[in-house]
Every structure is written in structure tokens, then in C-alpha cells.
């Protein structure tokens, strides 16, 4: 393992770490994504169902709109209506002539007529010889209500569905005529007005056939109004200048769609297929009353009631005509100028009539689709687009800051749900697009765990580095302890060795065998304190460090210090100063007298290295007794003293300051980290601190009472 981790540097060891990190980071991210995704899935499929549900309901709600529409009969479309038994003769007024309009249906203009030669009538307007003042229809009203026909036969008339008001004009024709049988039309509707042309009830009984002539130019138009909706898609054209584009040209993303393309495409063609569905006809037994006299002599005063007060005409003023007619289901378009039509085509006498209403397109779908799309949780996270015929031409949003959508760009999203409406809204389209989809259930247990493995995988990484990168500086400095050792060991055995060869062979005198002698007395310590560190070392490395602490003086300690190092600072030249007080000398602190003095020595022997070469040669020990009751032992060099960057790695193992092959201090590098230990191990403190000149290691223990 060391030759390994000798053989990387810090680089080579990032990347192999890279490596590691990224052989966990991606399954795990791999593993994170799946099951957001499958929550983001389950999240999407939660809203499609909502999605179905609200269609479903806002397509009710317009059936229910429609189904009561159905249930208008042929006759509420004129002015006047029969009431209860024809044979009573009482008129009132048509649920349909109420002003101003009002209707299940929002944003419904008015209801219409187109009779048999393409004329526009409405149930607003009184027929012709009906008084309005005495249906209690003021002048200012009917002028109201005027002005309404004219705006409903202008809309259809740009439209080309009805002849516009000026042309009925330039035609000669009436203001207003009975509604459902215009005036020049009841001329031809029988050979004798005065009951030749009359049905009986018995007549009335049997339907009337459909005629297969051509019908007129305005109904004719209704015929091709959704011949577009049963066209092939490639044959539509954007119709409306209002659209926004065609639906497929949005290009919303349908990635989260959980159906196969197969079964998709099943889908949309059932959706369509409302568009092609056939409503069967109903017949209904209908009476509307006419007038015997000229137009203008029914103004006879009405008879009321005296339960309803409704009026009616007096039996001799008018015939009740009764008859079958045919009724398709109604039928709706958009128009070219944005308004939607309601029609249904109904056959009466031979005869083919047109019957509707026209209805504002923002009221109409603000009133069902927007009302509902805003009640629910979905106008968060979605835009509903409505589509007509294939034509994108308006689209809501529940979000304050987008509002009202009427750019295609602001329409891109991820498909949600896609739904047709039923007959015979079939040509209309609810497209539900997310442009924001809410965090799943789970999805911030996820967030954290996902988190968690992140900060552990960098923590794990980080850690790994630096445990890495350390045993490769350790294993570095071991290697460098060994050459430091080698050298250590050498110097002393050669100088012992050489001294020793002198002194056997005799060529030295009395005076030089002494000082031989002191030198191998010292290098021999040397050694011996070497090996001590050895030692010391080893057991550190195994944590078999014994420490036996004993109550001992302040000093009686440094007594035992002086006696050791004493003649080695003088061999060495060094001055020695010891100085300590009465009270820190008599003070009793608990350590292990043996690595006690194995520290100061350590201490003494290092500043002896670093500052061989001051101006000044001295060392000073001491010792002093703190106010918080602990003994301070001090040992001061005035050296160079010692960098700050290096004031905290002096104490680690094997740390030198300086290179190996270019150092001029001897030394291992393990001095300084047994004092470190050592000190610990006995409840110690040790620090260093700069002086003005030198350095000034510290060591304090608790002192016992």
C-alpha cells in the first residue's frame, strides 16, 4: 500500500478519485431520475384525470345548455303562441320574446327565423297587425328591441345567411312580419286563406313530406356551414382570422402520454367521431294563430285573463293553424366573424325552416369553460386551448401573470389531455397543455434524499481526498524519516567509531583522550535520545503509549533537567539560564517525570538546531506560576524564530520544514510530535510563541493542591 500511494502525487489521486465519484454519482443519478420521473409520471397521470373529469363536465353542462334548447317547439320562435287546447284560442306571447333576452345559454344575442324565401325573423318583434302596447311593449322598448333584430340580421347578414335589413327595404318588404310565416309568404302557402289552406287536426296528423327542389340561396348557406367538419384534415383551411393556428401545428410535447401511438390514435378517432354522429329528427303537432284581416286591423284590445293576465285576441280576429312539422337536432358554427349560430332545420307544410339563435363566442366559452377551468386545480398548472374545426382560436390560463393567451408561442407545453365535445359541439376541441407541473407527492422525499446522497458522495469524496492525499504526504515523510534516521544513526556511530579507533591505537595524549571521551560520552546520549524518540514513536503507532503520572515539584523537575542538558549547552556553547520562582518551584503538578524530561530535552534540542547560528547563543528555562493555577514551563531560543504559515505543522509527525536534500539542520522530524503526545497524554497544553529575537515553546500542567 505505501509503494502505491508513493508512486501517486495529489493530481494523479483527483482523478482516479474522480473516477470513483463518478462510478457512484451516475447509477445513483440514474437511479434519482428514475423515481422522479415515475413520481413526475404518476403526478401527470393524477392531473389527466382531473383533466378528464372537468372536459367531461363542462361537455354536460353544454348538453344540458343544448337539451334545453331542444326543447323550444316551432311555434316559440314567432311572437305570438297558442296556449293549452287550440280550440280555446289563447294567445300569449313566446317564451322567446322576452326582452331583455334572457337565457341559460351565456352570451346568447337573440333567437331567429329564416323562413322558406330566405327572409330573417325574430320573437322579439310583434307580427304584423299586433299591437305592442297592448302586449305591454312600450315605443322605447320596441325601438330596443328593433335595433336588437337589426344587429342579429346585420351579423347574419355579413355572413351571408340572411339578406341584410337593406335589402328588405329595396324589396319592399316589411319592417317586421309574422314570425315564422312572413307576410308575402302566407299568400302562397294555400289556395284560399279563409280555410281552403287550413289544416284540421285530423289533417294535421300526418307528416309532411320534405321537398326535394333546391332550397333557397340564405338556407343553402346553413347546409355548408359544417361541410368543413366532415372534411378530410389535409383538405381544412384556417377559416377564421381570429385563430391562432392550426392544433397540429402547436407541437406540444407528448412525451408523458402513457398510451401507445396504436392505441392514441384509437383514441382521437373515437374522440372524432361525435363529428360524424346522426341525431334523428323529432315531430311535434305545433299551432300558431294568423290574423284574418289585413295586416294593421288587429288592434282590437285584448282580452285578459283574470288569473294570468295574459292577452289574447278575440276568437273572431284570428284562425289557429295547426300542423306537423319535422324538427333536426340543432346544429352550431362558428362564423366567419366570430360569432357562434345555433340552428336546426325544420320542415313544415313542404316547407323548410331555419331556426336558431346567435351567441357571443367569449361569453359562451368564458361562461362554461373558463368558469369551470378556474374552480379547479388544474388553471395552475395548465392552459386550456379551444379548438374549432382544427383552428386554435382562443385559449385560458389560470395564472394572473399571462392572463388572456393570444400569441401560438405562448401555447407550447406538454400535451395533458385532448378532447372533442359531443353533438353537436363535436367540432369544438378541449387541449389541456402543462406549462407547470406541481411536485408529486414523494417528490420532496426525493429532493432530499437525492441531497443527502449528493452530500455524502462530495463529503465521501473530500474525505477520501484528504485521507488520501495525507497518507501519501505520510508515506513521503516516512520515507523521509528513514533517510533522516539513516543519516542520524550514521553521524554519531562514525564519530564514536573514529574516536574509539583513536584512542585504541594510542595517538592521543592524556589532554586529547579527555575531550575524545566527552565526545563520545555526548554522541552516545545523542544516540540514546534518538533511539528514545524511536521508540516512543513505535508505541505511539500501536496507541501503546503508558503514561504513569506522579505528584512532583516544579523544581525537582527542572533540577532533573539541568543535570541532563547542563553539560551539553556548554559543550555545545550555549548559554544556560534557569529561572524560576519560589511559588512556581514549590508548586505540585502531576506528570510522568521520565517523559517530562524527555520533553524539555526535545525542546532544548531543537532550539539548539535552529538557532546554531544567532548572534546570540543562549537558551532559557523556566517556569511560572499562572493565575488560573497552572505552572508554565518555558523554553526560549533567540534564533529566527518560526514562520507563522508553520506555527501549526511543527507538531505533526514527520513535518520538516525544510527540504531533505537541501536541509542544514539535522534532525527526524518526530522531535516535536512526541512533545506534542507526550504533553497531551499528561492533561498538557503546549504552544509556541514568537519573541523579539527567537521563539519561545510553552508547556503548562495543572498544578495540584
Known amino acids: 500500500m505505501q509503494t502505491v500511494l508513493t508512486g501517486l502525487d495529489r493530481k494523479r489521486l483527483r482523478r482516479w478519485l474522480a473516477v470513483f465519484f463518478l462510478a457512484l454519482a451516475i447509477p445513483t443519478g440514474i437511479l434519482v431520475y428514475q423515481a422522479y420521473s415515475q413520481l413526475k409520471w404518476e403526478a401527470f397521470h393524477q392531473h389527466r384525470v382531473l383533466a378528464e373529469e372537468l372536459a367531461a363536465r363542462i361537455d354536460k353542462r353544454y348538453r344540458q345548455l343544448l337539451e334545453a334548447e331542444e326543447t323550444h317547439r316551432f311555434s316559440d320562435y314567432a311572437f305570438l303562441v297558442i296556449a293549452g287546447d287550440p280550440a280555446a284560442s289563447f294567445v300569449q306571447r313566446s317564451p322567446l320574446s322576452d326582452y331583455p333576452v334572457s337565457s341559460a345559454i351565456p352570451g346568447l344575442i337573440g333567437h331567429f327565423q329564416v323562413d322558406a324565401a330566405g327572409g330573417f325573423n325574430t320573437p322579439l318583434l310583434p307580427q304584423a297587425g299586433v299591437e305592442p302596447a297592448a302586449y305591454g311593449i312600450s315605443a322605447q322598448e320596441l325601438d330596443r328591441r328593433q335595433a336588437l333584430a337589426a344587429h342579429m340580421q346585420q351579423i347574419l347578414g355579413r355572413n351571408r345567411l340572411v339578406r341584410d335589413a337593406e335589402s328588405d327595404a329595396a324589396d319592399g318588404k316589411a319592417a317586421y312580419a309574422p314570425s315564422g310565416m312572413r307576410s308575402d309568404s302566407l299568400a302562397t302557402g294555400g289556395a284560399d286563406r279563409d280555410g281552403a289552406a287550413q289544416l284540421s287536426l285530423d289533417d294535421a296528423a300526418t307528416s309532411p313530406p320534405r321537398l326535394a327542389q333546391q332550397q333557397p340561396a340564405g338556407q343553402a348557406v346553413f347546409d355548408r356551414l359544417n361541410e368543413e367538419a366532415a372534411a378530410p384534415q389535409q383538405a381544412r383551411k384556417q377559416k377564421h382570422s381570429t385563430a391562432l393556428g392550426r392544433v397540429e401545428d402547436l407541437k406540444l410535447d ?65 284562425r289557429i293553424h295547426t300542423f306537423n312539422s319535422e324538427i333536426d337536432p340543432f346544429e352550431i358554427s362558428l362564423l366567419d366573424s366570430g360569432h357562434f349560430v345555433l340552428f336546426r332545420r325544420v320542415w313544415r307544410d313542404g316547407q323548410r325552416y331555419v331556426q336558431g339563435a346567435l351567441i357571443e363566442q367569449q361569453p359562451f366559452l368564458q361562461g362554461v369553460i373558463q368558469t369551470a377551468f378556474h374552480e379547479t386545480a388544474l388553471a395552475q398548472m395548465s392552459d386550456l386551448i379551444v379548438a374549432y374545426q382544427g383552428n386554435v382560436f382562443t385559449a385560458f390560463t389560470g395564472q394572473t401573470a399571462r392572463g388572456y393567451l393570444s400569441s401560438a408561442e ?88 573514529l574516536y574509539g579507533e583513536m584512542l585504541r591505537e594510542g595517538w592521543a595524549d592524556d589532554k586529547k583522550k579527555q575531550v575524545y571521551y566527552d565526545y563520545i560520552f555526548d554522541e552516545s546520549e545523542r544516540l540514546s535520545r534518538l533511539i528514545t524518540n524511536v521508540l516512543q514513536l513505535a508505541r505511539m503507532t500501536r496507541n501503546d503509549l503508558q503514561v504513569d503520572l506522579k505528584p512532583v515539584s516544579a523544581g525537582e523537575l527542572l533540577d532533573t533537567v539541568r543535570s541532563r542538558i547542563g553539560a551539553q549547552l556548554e559543550r555545545a556553547g550555549f548559554e544556560f539560564t534557569l529561572d524560576c520562582n519560589d511559588a512556581a518551584a514549590r508548586s505540585i503538578v502531576r506528570v510522568d517525570p521520565d517523559y517530562f524530561t524527555q520533553i524539555i530535552i526535545n525542546l532544548v534540542d531543537n532550539a539548539i538546531k535552529f538557532s546554531a547560528r544567532a548572534e546570540r547563543r543562549a537558551i532559557d528555562l523556566g517556569c511560572t506560576l499562572r493565575q488560573d493555577g497552572s505552572v508554565l514551563f518555558r523554553v526560549r531560543d533567540y534564533g529566527p524564530g518560526i514562520p507563522r504559515d508553520q506555527m501549526k505543522k511543527i507538531f505533526r509527525l514527520f513535518y520538516r520544514s525544510e527540504n531533505e536534500l537541501t536541509r542544514e539542520t539535522v534532525g527526524t522530524g518526530i522531535g516535536l510530535a512526541l512533545v506534542h503526545q507526550l504533553v497531551v497524554a499528561m492533561d498538557g497544553q503546549v504552544d509556541i510563541v514568537n519573541q523579539n529575537p527567537g521563539a519561545e515553546f510553552r508547556v503548562s500542567f495543572a498544578a495540584s493542591r
Do not use: C, N
Open 254 to 318: 407528448s412525451r408523458y402520454q402513457a398510451l401507445p401511438a396504436e392505441e392514441r390514435q384509437a383514441e382521437v378517432a373515437g374522440a372524432r367521431a361525435p363529428l360524424l354522429e346522426k341525431r334523428t329528427a323529432r315531430r311535434e303537432r305545433s299551432a300558431l294563430p294568423e290574423p284574418l284581416t289585413e295586416p294593421g286591423s288587429w288592434s282590437a284590445a285584448p282580452v285578459f285573463e283574470a288569473e294570468t293576465a295574459v292577452p289574447h285576441a278575440p276568437q273572431s280576429a284570428l
Open 410 to 497: 405562448e401555447l407550447r407545453g406538454a400535451l395533458l389531455y385532448q378532447r372533442r365535445l359531443s353533438a353537436p359541439l363535436s367540432g369544438m376541441e378541449l387541449i389541456f397543455s402543462i406549462t407547470r407541473l406541481p411536485a408529486a407527492p414523494g417528490s420532496s422525499l426525493i429532493s432530499w434524499i437525492a441531497a443527502v446522497l449528493a452530500l455524502v458522495l462530495l463529503g465521501g469524496f473530500y474525505l477520501m481526498y484528504r485521507l488520501g492525499a495525507g497518507q501519501i504526504d505520510l508515506a513521503r515523510q516516512q520515507q523521509d524519516f528513514v533517510s533522516a534516521v539513516s543519516h542520524e544513526l550514521k553521524t554519531p556511530l562514525t564519530s564514536i567509531r
